[in-house]
């Protein structure tokens, strides 16, 4: 069974510049979620879809990130303007229901300069 | 707000040697902790979960406890070996229809020195 896939693995760019990031669920998972870790932390919640529906977005940072996932399969995630302190690493998981297990995919590290 | 603390946040063991590391969360309707590896490059893999109705689990060289009244959770590994080397991170949530956000912890270095 393939893995949760996401792609790009390493970004940079500049501060102010726009960023997506891109997420493949395992076939068949309907809840979807985005962490971000920052080096030396956990990973923190971002978004959380089940289906193409948001299911929680308390932590997202509504002015710069947006996220999508209009066919209830893949998602993006996407932020603009960037500051530096969004450099992490952005982690998509899936699971087959609420409050099943969490397969990670590999992340984005993204750094802003 | 809901939280995990985790300790400690480095952890050097001879291989051989056991390993524990203790989680304490805040939020008493959390009824589902995973406990999760994480090495360099790599996303967190899932390497044991334990339940509220259950107070011990074991999986080969790895344990975990639960204390629900005091809100404590331990990770135990025994018979340490070089490859056990990596970021563990714990975290709490909640099963069911309801359920899905994880809280983690800090994370904690293991060094397993041969």
């Known amino acids: 069974e393939a893995g949760v896939a996401q792609s790009p693995r390493y970004k940079i760019i500049e501060k102010r510049q726009s960023v997506a990031f891109w997420c493949n669920p395992i076939?068949?998972?309907?809840?979807l979620y985005w962490y971000q870790q920052i080096l030396g932390q956990g990973p923190k919640l971002l978004i959380q879809f089940q289906n193409n529906g948001v299911v929680d977005d308390s932590q997202l940072p509504k002015d710069r990130f947006s996220a999508e996932r209009l066919k209830g399969v893949d998602s993006t995630l996407k932020i603009q303007p960037a500051k530096l302190e969004d450099s992490a690493v952005y982690l998509c998981?899936?699971?087959?229901?609420?409050?099943?297990?969490?397969?990670f995919g590999p992340g984005t590290r993204l750094t802003v300069l | 707000g809901e939280n995990v603390e985790q300790h400690p946040s480095t952890l050097s063991v001879q291989e051989g040697d056991s390993a524990v590391i203790k989680c304490t969360y805040s939020d008493s309707a959390s009824n589902y902790f995973p406990w999760y590896k994480q090495e360099l490059g790599k996303g967190p893999q899932l390497i044991i979960d334990i339940r509220s109705n259950v107070g011990e689990k074991k999986d080969q060289r790895i344990a975990v406890t639960l204390n629900k009244t005091a809100k404590h959770f331990s990770l135990h590994i025994t018979e340490t070996q070089p490859e056990d080397s990596a970021v563990y991170f714990c975290?709490?949530?909640?099963?069911?229809?309801?359920?899905?956000?994880?809280?983690f912890g800090q994370g904690t270095e293991l060094s397993v020195k041969p």
């Open positions: 998981a899936s699971s087959s229901e609420r409050g099943a297990e969490q397969f």
């Open positions: 076939s068949g998972h309907a809840t």
């Open positions: 975290a709490a949530s909640w099963e069911g229809n309801q359920g899905g956000k994880l809280i």
